[in-house]
């Protein structure tokens, strides 16, 4: 993946949002929120990527035995779901 550089976020109130929206509000209540500041805010490192492409592979276990990929697409066909289906139909290509 290509990442240019990140852009420290400094503010602490931003950082405060970002783990309130990150799911640990319940560390952040209104009561905690000050000791929170003092104490974990200085050591959170928050940087902010923008993202031009992203480019993956693939692994469908192509680096196993026959047997074993048999046996997976085996199992993903007998789910009965469209998904796991088309997952089955690139293994077995």
């Known amino acids: 993946m290509y990442v240019p550089g990140p852009n420290a976020v400094d503010d ?3 950082v405060l949002g970002l ?3 990150a799911g640990v509000g319940h560390l952040v209540s209104s009561e905690s ?3 929170l500041e003092s104490t974990v805010l200085p050591f959170v ?4 990527m923008t993202i031009d492409r ?3 592979k693939r692994k ?3 680096n ?3 047997g074993d990929r048999a046996g997976v ?18 293994m077995e290509l």
């Not at 490192?45 to 902010?48: M, P, S, T």
């Not at 697409?73 to 690139?90: F, K």
């Open 12 to 14: 602490p109130m931003v």
């Open 45 to 48: 490192v928050d940087d902010e």
């Open 73 to 90: 697409v085996s199992g993903l066909r007998s789910s009965g779901t469209r998904r796991n289906g088309a997952v089955a139909d690139a």
């Open 54 to 56: 992203v480019e993956a």
């Open 60 to 62: 469908l276990s192509q």
């Open 19 to 21: 783990l309130r929206s």
């Open 33 to 35: 929120a000050g000791a």
């Open 64 to 66: 196993r035995p026959e």
